[in-house]
Each structure stands twice: as C-alpha cells, then as structure tokens.
C-alpha cells in the first residue's frame, strides 16, 4: 500500500477510463459498480472486472450550483405540501439521477478528473458525477476490485486525507 496522489491520479484513470456503470445501490453510502474489459497479465485473454466505487462524502451531478438550486428547490416543494420531517432529500435527487443514468445505458466513463477538491467522471450521455474529496469518515471514497475475495490480494485505490492511497495495482493499470 502506498500513497501517490500524481500517479494515483493516472492509476484512476487508467482503471475507471472505458468502463460502464452497471449497478448502483445505497445503504447509507452510495456504491456503484462498474464493469471493464481488461487483458488478463496470465492469459493474455480478457477478463471482465468488477469495481466498486464506495462514495462516503458530498457528491453531485453537475455544477455545484445548480445541483444546490434543485435541491433547495425539492425542499421547498416538500415544505409547501406541509412535510416538516428531516427527509433526506439530496439522497433521494442523487439516487434518481442514477439511476437515470444507469437506465439509460449511457454508463460508459470517457473522462475522469482529479485535484485536491474533488474527483469528477464524466460518462458518455454527458453527465457529470463529482465527488468531495473531504469525508467525516476514513475516506471520500474508495475503487476497489469486488472480484477478488480475499481483502489481502484486493486491489484498490481510496481517497484518505489529502492523499490517494493504492494497493494491489496491477501493472495494466500503471500505465
């Protein structure tokens, strides 16, 4: 394991560029799985790898404040139809924009963006997911290899304080 955010930043893309997002679910954190085709190191046959990206911090789709602007704007129609309990509505917008996504088989990751601040996908229907890179928990987020059982072997890559940390990268991925 070890912490690189410049060759973190090419492992990333490396591992997320041409995949598609084929799952998406929630349980206090939104994980969304991804298949990429990838020419297995043995083989030299290709493989369909499963990757998971586990997100524990603030995201959004599109301009920060636009998204701000839709989600005050479902809050306030919450409000006007008399519900006063805490609802976590901006769960529920991420969740349908998804979901939408996912729906619509436009999946496939052509760009992906990292700085400090925040990582940024951007899928071929045009969306774009970005993601804090702040969290109150031990990561922003977290790409690992769902395939693989054993926790030791697992490859992954997660956003921990202000570094990105890699571990188990195989050498198609580093470019």
């Known amino acids: 394991m070890y912490a690189d955010n410049n060759n973190g930043n090419e492992v990333l893309k490396n591992i997320l560029l041409g995949s598609t997002m084929g799952e998406v679910s929630y349980n206090e954190t939104f994980s969304l799985i991804f298949n990429k085709s990838v020419k297995d190191e043995s083989s030299g046959f290709f493989k369909n790898r499963r990757l998971m990206l586990i997100i524990d911090s603030s995201c959004w789709f599109g301009e920060k404040e636009q998204w701000n602007s839709l989600v005050s704007k479902y809050h306030e129609l919450n ?96 470019g």
């Open 79 to 174: 409000r006007t139809k008399g519900n006063d309990y805490v609802f976590e509505m901006e769960d529920s917008i991420l969740a349908y924009g998804l979901i939408k996504l996912r729906s619509g088989n436009l999946t496939e990751v052509d760009n992906v963006e990292f700085n400090n601040d925040f990582l940024q996908i951007h899928f071929e229907s045009g969306d774009l997911l970005t993601i804090e890179n702040s969290s109150e928990s031990d990561y922003s987020w977290v790409l690992e290899d769902i395939e693989e059982n054993d926790n030791q072997k697992r490859m992954s890559v997660f956003y921990q304080g202000c570094e990105i940390i890699m571990k188990n990268i195989p050498d198609i991925f580093n």
